[in-house]
């Protein structure tokens, strides 16, 4: 769950928003299906191999270059799938190699 704090400081006249999210519970039910090999099907054609929290995502966002995994260009997809396999191995539903 996504939370949403603000803070206006009125010496320099600057609003301060700060997002956070409690991660823990996707990361838990993520190795769950790792460990036992239970997969849903989402429809007839595709498989759930993972889910990628919206914090990871502004922080992609947030780098240099930014990556957005939404633009669709197959260098991005490319990109999401090293890193999946890689560093952010826990994101997947999954212990094969994407």
């Given amino acids: 769950m996504r939370k949403t704090t603000e803070h206006y400081d009125y010496t320099i006249n600057r609003l301060y928003r700060h997002h956070s999210e ?18 849903a099907k989402t429809d007839a054609n595709y498989n759930h191999i993972g889910s990628i929290p919206m914090s990871v995502v502004e922080m992609w966002l947030k780098e240099t270059p ?17 890193r999946l396999n890689g560093d952010w191995k826990y994101l997947k539903a999954t212990n094969k190699t994407l």
């Fill in 22 to 39: 409690d991660v823990e519970p996707l990361l838990d039910h993520l190795k769950e299906v790792r460990n036992h090999g239970i997969h």
């Fill in 66 to 82: 930014p990556l957005n995994i939404l633009d669709g260009r197959d260098e991005t997809k490319k990109e999401v799938m090293r």
